[in-house]
Every structure is written in structure tokens, then in C-alpha cells.
């Protein structure tokens, strides 16, 4: 309804100095520097009769790290800025989200993977500033699906809980299945995408047309989204790689994600022109499809899939991404009353259960003659409880790993748009959405242009109004 109180004055800065003032308690608790960041770095050196500073993980670690920071926050922000009338919500919002998530994370994931049993406490390092990322970019993959549609306090909700969610889930299924994930196309994408869909149908809005004058894209906002876009497409090997093992893996990890890349490119191109009577190139199909295949392959990234696996992996990815933007999109609005902005269930969820698939499939059929016996060790950690895992079994275990995303993702879904739906929130209404005036000052004069010609054979008066944000009336007086 109209009168929707979007005013945030009130619970956007309680939320924002309560959560971040608990994270300073907690973090004083909890958070301390590992072995590798603490001043106590020296004697270890000497214990370890290691020679050289060089052999901190920081130098390992931290050129990956900036990677996927950089696609956390600059390619997944500008990614969004598609909409005409929402790049402040798109880039803003992006960056609260992410620099609230990525600090439970570290607690949560801390709590999970990394937590002393002896102290009680968690020592962090490069390593875990990666894994934070990673989990962010679940949350920032669900914002997807809603943008433009929800408030700030509720983004803030959806983060706390999808960050709990993604750390539980991650243990099911790195720890306990000990499925291997490296660029996350299950634990991420998988999780992620179907986390923001189901929220998105919880949240359904029957009248969302009245905003559909505003969910489009002009010329300046496609621009603005294709940075996003080039920016993941360039750091998608770093992505896929960054917390594999050093040496082979993470080398493998990278061939394999830029060669997939290009193939998918090739493949969106052809589908995006072949779609449409003109043979016109869509920038939505550009923008989205051509990184599907970095999502599919961050299972099977570090395996042997060799590179020709990667390019077939890629092509498939093209060709899938891009349908799902021509025909599943619709479908999903209108028959199963999911609206999703950023067509999320293309770029991720599909591409992200594509990605379980290939690394299950990946895995069951690697042999000793193609890794050797000691590749398969270290590609699959066959180590501990795990040494005596037959491939077969580890391909299982992957299937099972993509499930239990899905599961997380859907379940944690409906849980948390439940909670999201209650009216307390400051969401916008329907005829406001995909809006920036709802929660930013916008600085920007309300100005019209009013163009009008004098038709010379009809007597008619057209006057075209043209507003700020490029909509366009027509009026026709007769005389």
C-alpha cells in the first residue's frame, strides 16, 4: 500500500551500532591472531627452522584475497546497478551487507572450523579473511533476487541469518561429507541462489507492476553493471583457486576456471543473438550468462578434469544460463510467483547444481592412472578418518553435499522470509520499488524537459514530457 512507512531513521542505526558493537564484544572474546599474523611469528620461524618471511601464508594467501575482495565488493556491487533508479541501493547496500557479514562470519565460521578447544578461542589469518568472503558472497548472491524490493534493516536480517546458515551447512558439507568445494558452486551458488529464491517467493508481491516502469535498464546503468561484470569475469580463476592447496591445485584450479570462461562467452553470444528475430545481442544475457561457467566449475576446478572438460563445461554453461534468462525467468514469475531482479536462478542456482553434478561425476570417475596414487590423496584429502574413501564414494558424497545446500538454501529460505515478511521492517511498497529516493538522499533536481512540435498535416500539438529518469508521456491536443 501506498502509505508504507519506509522511514529508517530509527531502526537502520540501532540495528547498525547494536550488531556492530556486539561484534566488538565478541571478537574480544573470541578473535585472536594465528601463528602466521602474531608477533610471536619469529620464534616460530626458528622453531620450524624456516629461513625466510616468505614463507608465510600471507604471500601465498593474499594476492587471491584481494581478488575475491575486489569481486565481493566491486563486482558483485556494480553487477546490480543495472536498474535505472537503483545504483545507490546496488552499490550501497552491497558494501553494508558485506562489511556486517563478513565479520560474523569469521565468528561463525571460527566457531565451526577453527575453534581452540584448549583456549576457546579462534585464531584467524589470510586464510580466514578468504573464507569470509566466500560466505558474504552467498548472502550477496540472495540479495539478487530481491533487489530493489526490501529495506536496508531487512538486507541486515537476511545477512545474519544466511551467514549462520552458509557456516552450518559448509561444516555438513566440507567436514562431516568431506566433500570437496573449492570455489563453492555448492556451498556458495547453490546455497546462496536457492536462499535468495525462496525469499524472494515468500515475499511475493502481486502488485509489483505498479513499479514496472522502474524495473528496467537504460543505456549509462548497463554500462555501469558490465564493470561488475568484467570485474568478476577477470577474478573468477582467483575465486576457484584462492583456498585450494598451494602448489598444483590451485595452478590446476585456474586453467581449468579461465578456460571455461571463454567458453561460456562464445556460447552466451551465440544463444543471446540466435534468441532474438533481429539477431540483437541482449546486454541482460552479456552481463549474467557469460560468468555462469566460473560458477559451475568451482567444484571440479582442482580435479583432473583436463582443459577440453573445462571448455565442454563452459559451452554447456552459455547455452543453459542464457535459456534460463529467456524462458525459466517468466516461467518462475509467473507460475511459481518467484520474482527475481537479478535472475539469480540463471547465473547461480542452476549453474551452481550444474557445478555439483560435474564435480560428482569428476570425482567418481578419477582413477590412480590419471592422478596418481598420491594425487588422488592430496586432490581428495584421502587422509585420517578418510583414507580408506573410494572415489566412488567421494562422488557420492559430492551429490549428497550439492542436497544439502539445496536444502539449507530452500529451508532457510522460507524460514527467514517468514520473518522478513512481518511488517516492522520499513520495506517499501509496491509502486515504490526499484527506487533509490525510498532510502537515499538523492541529489538530483527534480527537473523536466517539455519538448513539443506542431505536426504540420493533422493540427495536432504533441507535447512529450521527458523526466529525470527518462520515462516519456506523450500528450496530443487537437485543434
Not at 598451494?246 to 534468441?275: E, K, M, P, W
Not at 516461467?331 to 542452476?350: P, R, S, V, W, Y
Not at 553435499?401 to 539445496?406: E, K, L, W, Y
Not at 511488517?423 to 515504490?432: F, H, Q, R, S
Amino acid at each position: 500500500c501506498a502509505d508504507t512507512n519506509t522511514n529508517i531513521r530509527l531502526t537502520l542505526p540501532v540495528v547498525c551500532f547494536v550488531w556492530q558493537i556486539a561484534m566488538i564484544i565478541l571478537f574480544g572474546v573470541f578473535i585472536r591472531y594465528d601463528e602466521e599474523s602474531d608477533t610471536h611469528w619469529v620464534e616460530t620461524k626458528a622453531h620450524d627452522n624456516i629461513t625466510s618471511d616468505i614463507e608465510n601464508d600471507f604471500y601465498f594467501r593474499y594476492p587471491s584475497f584481494q581478488d575475491v575482495h575486489v569481486m565481493i565488493f566491486v563486482g558483485f556491487g556494480f553487477l546490480m546497478t543495472f536498474l535505472k533508479r537503483y545504483s545507490f541501493g546496488a552499490v550501497g547496500f552491497n558494501f553494508l551487507i558485506a562489511s556486517f557479514g563478513l565479520q560474523w562470519a569469521l565468528l561463525m565460521q571460527g566457531w565451526f572450523h577453527s575453534l581452540d578447544p584448549q583456549t576457546g578461542k579462534i585464531f584467524i589469518g589470510v586464510e580466514s579473511l578468504i573464507n569470509a568472503d566466500f560466505c558474504v558472497a552467498g548472502c550477496l548472491i540472495a540479495y539478487g533476487a530481491v533487489l530493489g524490493k526490501v529495506s536496508p534493516v531487512q538486507l541486515l536480517v537476511m545477512t545474519l541469518f544466511g551467514v549462520t546458515l552458509f557456516a552450518v551447512e559448509e561444516y555438513i558439507i566440507l567436514n562431516l561429507l568431506h566433500a570437496r568445494d573449492a570455489g563453492g558452486s555448492m556451498v556458495i551458488h547453490t546455497f546462496g541462489g536457492y536462499y535468495g529464491l525462496t525469499i524472494s517467493w515468500v515475499l511475493y508481491r502481486p502488485n509489483l507492476h505498479q513499479s514496472k516502469r522502474m524495473q528496467g535498464s537504460v543505456y549509462h546503468s548497463d554500462i555501469f553493471a558490465m564493470i561488475g561484470t568484467l570485474f568478476l569475469w577477470m577474478f573468477w580463476p582467483s575465486f576457484n583457486s584462492a583456498i585450494t592447496d598451494h602448489g598444483d591445485g590451485q595452478h590446476r584450479a585456474v586453467i581449468n576456471t579461465y578456460l571455461c570462461l571463454a567458453s561460456t562467452v562464445l556460447t552466451t553470444v551465440a544463444i543471446s543473438s540466435f534468441s532474438q528475430k533481429t539477431g540483437k545481442l541482449d546486454m541482460v544475457h552479456i552481463q549474467n550468462s557469460t560468468l555462469a561457467g566460473g560458477v559451475a566449475l568451482g567444484t571440479a576446478a582442482e580435479f583432473m578434469i583436463s582443459p577440453y572438460g573445462a571448455l565442454i563445461v563452459g559451452f554447456l554453461c552459455g547455452i543453459i544460463s542464457t535459456m534460463g534468462y529467456i524462458f525459466i525467468s517468466p516461467f518462475l514469475e509467473k507460475t511459481l510467483k518467484i520474482q527475481d531482479t537479478c535472475g539469480i536462478h540463471n547465473l547461480h542456482a542452476m549453474p551452481g547444481v550444474i557445478g555439483g553434478i560435474v564435480g560428482a561425476i569428476t570425482a567418481a570417475a578419477a582413477s590412480e592412472s590419471v592422478y596418481g596414487k598420491q594425487g588422488l590423496i592430496n586432490t581428495f584429502d584421502f587422509t585420517g578418518d578418510f583414507k580408506d574413501r573410494t572415489v566412488l564414494t567421494q562422488g557420492g558424497y559430492q551429490a549428497a553435499g550439492m542436497c544439502v545446500s539445496i536444502v539449507f538454501g530452500v529451508a532457510g529460505g522460507a524460514i527467514v522470509g517468514s520473518i522478513l515478511k512481518l511488517p516492522i521492517w520499513g520495506d517499501p511498497a509496491d509502486e515504490n520499488c526499484f527506487d533509490d529516493e525510498v532510502y537515499w538522499e538523492v541529489r538530483e533536481p527534480a527537473t523536466h524537459h517539455l519538448l513539443f512540435t506542431i505536426q504540420p498535416l493533422g493540427g495536432a500539438i504533441v507535447f512529450d514530457l521527458v523526466s529525470r529518469d527518462e520515462l516519456q508521456t506523450t500528450f496530443e491536443i487537437y485543434i
